[in-house]
């Protein structure tokens, strides 16, 4: 049996212990937000913050979140950076969308913390493990920098 947490809701699975984090968010808690690209680690599609950190979903076997907080993109506290995204024209086709809110999210967290500025050169670098195919980044990193501002 493997407790966690997800989205601040206690959750104990049984599970096989090497299942994807990303297969028991989908198939099992049916959490569909968080989506599968590449299923290898290179995409960002899958992100998902664990313990506030972003990581690839579909590289975390499930037996190594005991007792760890997971959020998709199902948990509250995004709205600003999802309005960012819809106002800037950040997402297009949707399917990196959750994984840039969520590595948004870790992103600005970590500038906070740490009382540095948010920037554009920065949230690049944030965001270089996100692969989209649709909007250039541009819209994107606006998207970023706008919901920096709307939290400030």
């Known amino acids: 049996m493997i407790h966690l947490t997800v ?3 206690p ?4 599970v096989p212990p090497l299942r994807r984090l990303l297969d028991v968010l989908r198939e099992d808690l049916r959490l569909t937000g968080t989506k599968e690209g590449c ?8 992100t998902v913050l664990v313990d506030g950190a972003a990581v690839n979903s579909c590289l975390i076997p499930i037996c190594q979140l005991e007792g760890a907080t997971v959020r998709t993109i199902e948990s509250a506290g995004l709205e600003r ?12 086709c949707g399917i990196c969308t959750p994984g840039m809110i969520l ?15 948010v920037d554009a050169d ?12 649709c909007t250039g980044y541009g819209k994107i ?11 400030a």
């Open 39 to 46: 299923g290898e680690g290179e995409c960002g599609a899958c």
């Open 122 to 133: 920065s949230a690049r670098e944030a965001l270089a493990g996100n692969l989209c195919r």
């Open 141 to 151: 990193i606006a998207a970023v920098l706008a919901a920096a501002g709307a939290e």
């Open 11 to 14: 959750v104990a699975l049984e």
């Open 103 to 117: 590595a948004t999210r870790a992103y600005l967290d970590e500038r906070v913390a740490h009382g540095r500025p």
């Open 81 to 92: 950076i999802q309005q960012s995204f819809l106002d800037e024209g950040g997402s297009q």
């Open 7 to 9: 989205n601040d809701a």
